[in-house]
């Protein structure tokens, strides 16, 4: 009686989680099909087929986020109040899928299940790629609103000088944001397009600009186009905390800030002055919750990975996280040919930096295992799971500990204890070698089997709340 008390006593006590914390994403791109789906006009089955395999895949490499592009351009891999269907989903846009069908609704919840994060990956401003095929549907902006909509190449890109322009993607963002219950909010390096769409023409925002000169405005063309951005950007931050505090808002932009800065950096391309992002602003006035540099260059030569990074971290002076792109596609032969290591030894520069995460371009990296990299990081940096960092600015309470229940005969673990604002349970278990995280899922799960449970030394189960904050552990007996 004695010893069983003396036990029930030491499984109650509270231990300190020994989890790794770092961010391990991949950008999952659909427009021009290119991570998903494999192409338009794919049965419901076949594409959550691919979905799952996706998910299951990340979870294999103890990846704990996928970055879902679903506005490629002005379309919707959801149910969008305000879009269209996506071309790439059905082969026509404006075509639902079959049986409601909603690809984000179906990858959050599975995602979620695996212990993954999910962020939303938008297009702010473009409005057709020349990927598309057939007619855009009535529902396009471009044929809503045509006159907000330019021409530009084999391109079509909404005005950012536009206030219409600038309603109708905020609306868009903000309608996920509080339909869905996603974990973040992306966008890359697309803000005015590449000159090289057009060979580098000139934007033609020709009334736009005028309306503003018209107006009073003093700004040069440049400045205000840069305005134009900023305000885009500075307005999306506030409106998601505003509606879900908890939901993370992350930049990616090209990863060299102007030619010459830093120096020793030599690039062509001036993306404050093409694109028109000054994104070292948007950092310093911490208008986002991690940034993600697309650092997509090997660790030395004119675009050095080392150099830059360590620029990005200086201009970091409000302490966001810094979570660079990698371009770990360069390991396929018909892109680069990168060896495995230089993939392998950006991830430890930005650890060695202490930088707590990657984002990898793209999902077909690990789809498709270039240079055996899948085995190569659960071997090695990715070996243990990791939960993401948490975001103190948004929220630094730690939730409650669990209320689990483990039976030992057959392993089934039941669930219980969390909150409205928790996201995962985190499940730990000494097998031999340390007391390790072996799986997070989603606290509407309450009962898991199949972890290897019952011959444990030690089984024990946190709550990680929206924002990354762990409670301490619930030992089991």
Known sequence: MICALLTTMLASQPIQSPAVREFRAAWVATVANIDFPSKPGLSNSEMRAELTAILDRCAADNLNAVIFQIR????????SKYEPWSYYLTGKQGLAPEGGFDPL??????AHDRGLEVHCWFNPFRANHPSQRGELSSRSVARRTPSIVKQYGSYMWMDPGEQRVQDWSFNVFMDVVERYDIDGVHIDDYFYPY?????????PDGPSWQAYVDSGGTMTRDDWRRDNVNKFVERV????????PWVKFGISPFGIYRPGEPEGIKSTFDQYAMLYADCKLWLQNGWLDYFTPQLYWKMDGDQSYRILLDYWNAQNTMNRHMWPGNFSGKMSPDLGDWPAQEILDQITFTRDRGDEGNVFYSM???MRDYKSINELLTTGLYKRKAIVPASPWLDDTPPDPPTCTLDRKNGLLTLAGAGKDDRFYAIYADKGDGLQLVRETSVERTQIAGLGLSNATTVAVSIVDKSGNESTLQQLP
């Open 195 to 203: 000159p090289s769409y057009a060979k580098g023409a000139d934007f």
């Open 237 to 244: 931050y506030k409106g998601i905390k505003e509606r879900k």
């Open 364 to 366: 077909n990296t690990f």
């Open 72 to 79: 490629p351009q002005g379309d919707a891999l959801y149910d």
């Open 105 to 110: 609704e179906f990858v959050v919840e599975e």
